[in-house]
């Protein structure tokens, strides 16, 4: 752990020695020395010329000579034949205008960047120094209510068999258990597998196989709603291995009246398959161990993630029920049960472990996904979150920055560009302004190419036992820069969807997982 600070510090320190000098070579290049050097060269050279001519005089005198006879430059005097003085070309029109708007851009994101940076921070020294809230761990023996478990699938022949065979492994009452397969149009040998399955437990598993109908697995979801028993629902994506333990665990919080949903813990299943599964192991263990466990001691906005968590069937209703119109429906369903008043618990022994993306393409394709779902969700909500009269205002606030995370690495790009532009162009006319990009610039790479979220994932590996993963730590800006272009290509591709009125479309995660022996 000694080792991944160290090395994160140094590449800060770096930076800041990097961003600092090109903002003064910047000045030092803007303010225009060398103009005035270039107009006074011609009076220099005709005095150096007259100094030196005289042969009798030393050096040194020759050099006061020099001076003495240089004629006084005189910023009125017209410039010789062609050759214009640099203080007579006029400035470019609306130059100044320009240059104050993209300064004030700076100013606004170096304040968001603080904001966000602040934040992690909070949430890592929580984790570390304060007492933890798990107040339904205790719950271990109750009067179990009937609930139904969904399983998304979707072209999931690899890894459906594995979910369901985990499932019929639970340790939760089977009289009040019922487990549905959401078979949604697959076209592989999906179905085969869950009606091979179902036979060895056909008074447990009900599946529901979708044949027609509105892509997507809210739209799924929502169908399937006709085959629920009992007011619980728990929600799995199929490439989910859920422990025997787990669904108690997950419905433990609904003995509180006032809870609508409910999320546990992801965890990585093949993290020691290459350096991509290695880094999104880092990635989800700073986001779950860390800043979802610490929203939920906070009293702020835990997620609800659509897998590995459960949700009210009268709260659903109460919000209007599965919305097909987004691709983050878990998202979506998280500020619909907040601006209700239902609350959302984050349980972080409840862990699950999932499936995460081997290769950089299919892992670009998630987050493309996840930021198109999200922002949608930022667009319908922001507002009418911030003007809610029964959400405290310690939630509007962590709500609107939690619906900006997947907008901000869009403008760290932009904000980017901009400060390379006055860089190269000379635009940056002054020491404050100048500073300002030095600055800048070492919060942006702080806040989020490292050490913002990277602090949150040095607290998960601590909490964890997981030291040794941190050497991997400062690989993380690989995937960060993954990040920005999936953000930048989701913002791009919503736009068009507006512009154009196209329908949503579903980009399912690759599987990579050879189906595990149905006896594990």
Not at 195 to 205: N, W
Not at 429 to 455: H, R
């Amino acid at each position: 752990m000694k080792s991944g600070r160290a090395m994160s510090l140094c590449v800060q320190c770096v930076l800041l020695l990097i961003v600092f000098a090109c903002s003064l070579s910047a000045r030092g290049t803007a303010l225009g020395p060398a103009s005035a050097s270039l107009a006074t060269a011609p009076f220099a050279r005709t005095a150096q010329a007259r100094a030196f001519a005289q042969p009798s005089l030393p050096h040194a005198e020759a050099v006061a000579f020099a001076f003495a006879q240089a004629e006084p430059f005189d910023a009125e005097r017209p410039a010789a034949a062609g050759r214009p003085a640099a203080a007579d070309a006029p400035p470019a029109p609306g130059k100044g205008i320009v240059i104050s708007l993209c300064a004030a851009y700076l100013w606004v994101f170096a304040l968001l960047t603080l904001v966000y940076a602040s934040r992690h921070y909070v949430f890592g020294l929580d984790r570390l120094f304060k007492p933890q809230r798990a107040p339904y761990r205790a719950i271990t023996h109750a009067d179990w209510p009937e609930i139904t478990v969904f399983v998304a699938a979707h072209n999931e022949e690899a890894v459906v068999a594995d979910c369901l065979t985990a499932l019929l492994a639970t340790t939760y009452p089977r009289e009040r258990l019922t487990i549905v397969p959401v078979n949604d149009r697959s076209t592989d040998n999906t179905r085969a597998l869950i009606d091979e399955v179902q036979a060895r437990a056909p008074e447990l598993i009900k599946p529901f196989h979708r044949e027609s109908g509105k892509p997507g697995k809210a739209a799924a979801l929502k169908d399937a709603l006709r085959e629920i028993r009992g007011d619980i629902m728990v929600v799995f994506d199929a490439d989910y291995l859920p422990r025997p333990g787990l669904l108690k665990e997950l419905v433990a919080p609904f003995f509180d009246p006032e809870v609508g949903a409910v999320m546990g813990r992801v965890v990585p299943q093949n993290a020691d398959r290459n350096l991509l599964a290695r880094l999104l192991d880092l990635e989800r263990a700073g986001g779950y161990q860390v800043n979802q466990q610490a929203r939920n001691n906070l009293g702020l906005v835990p997620q609800y993630g659509g897998t590995v968590g459960g949700v009210r069937k009268s709260a659903l209703d109460a919000v209007g029920g599965w919305r097909d119109d987004t691709l983050a429906e878990d998202t979506d369903m998280t500020y619909r049960l907040l601006l209700s008043n239902w609350r959302t618990v984050y349980l972080n022994h409840a862990e699950c472990y999932e499936e995460v993306p081997e290769r950089w393409p299919v892992r670009a394709r998630q987050l493309t996904r996840w930021a198109k779902g999200h922002n949608q969700t930022l667009f319908r909500y922001l507002i009418p979150l911030l003007r809610s009269p029964v959400t405290p205002r310690r939630c509007r606030l962590d709500g609107a920055l939690l619906l900006g995370v997947f907008v901000m690495p869009a403008l760290l790009a932009l904000a980017w560009g901009i400060a390379l532009a006055l860089y190269l162009t000379n635009g940056i006319d002054s020491l404050v302004l100048g500073l300002l990009v030095s600055v800048f610039a070492l919060f942006a790479f702080s806040t989020f190419g490292n050490f913002g979220v990277f602090f949150e994932i040095v607290v998960a590996a601590r909490l964890d036992g997981r030291a040794t993963r941190l050497r991997l730590v400062p690989m993380n800006v690989v995937g960060f820069c993954v990040t920005i272009a999936a953000v930048v290509a989701a913002l791009w591709g919503l736009a068009l969807d507006a512009l154009l009125r196209r329908e949503l479309r579903w980009d399912k995660t690759e599987r990579f997982r050879r189906p595990l022996n149905s006896g594990r």
